[in-house]
């Protein structure tokens, strides 16, 4: 079983930066592929970013691309989501989740576990 911690939510002007933190812990993390959703108000849960357990292979959604960076760090067991120039569009609430295979998938389905969220909110 794996446990998912985010962090580094907050409230920021458009235009402006923020940087997501997923802290795994658990006997399970080892090998797994990380994702990143967020669900706004009144709205389906949406695909963000996936990395592989490598680091190597990454997907962005369409909406993301060019403004939002995943990365891990597998020693320290943490998942990063770097948000650059931020639109009122990307307020959610961003959650963390991970994937029993090494490979990523954009696939909300295909995770298995999945942290309680952090809320991100940009102001207009």
């Known amino acids: 079983q794996v446990q998912l911690v985010e962090s580094g939510g907050g409230l920021v002007q458009t235009g402006g930066s923020l940087r997501l933190s997923c802290a795994a812990s658990?006997?399970?993390?080892?090998?797994?592929?990380m994702g990143w959703f967020r669900q706004a108000p009144g709205k389906e849960r949406e695909f963000v970013a996936t990395i592989s357990w490598s680091g190597v292979i990454t997907y962005y959604a369409d909406s993301v691309k060019g403004r939002f960076t995943i990365s891990r760090d597998n020693a320290k067991n943490t998942v990063y989501l770097q948000m650059n120039s931020l639109k009122p569009e990307d307020t959610a609430v961003y959650y963390c989740?991970?994937?029993?295979?090494?490979?990523?998938?954009?696939?909300?389905?295909?995770?298995?576990?999945w942290g309680q969220g952090t809320q991100v909110t940009v102001s207009s």
């Open positions: 989740a991970s994937r029993r295979r090494s490979n990523s998938s954009k696939d909300l389905k295909e995770y298995d576990y």
């Open positions: 658990g006997r399970t993390f080892a090998n797994y592929a």
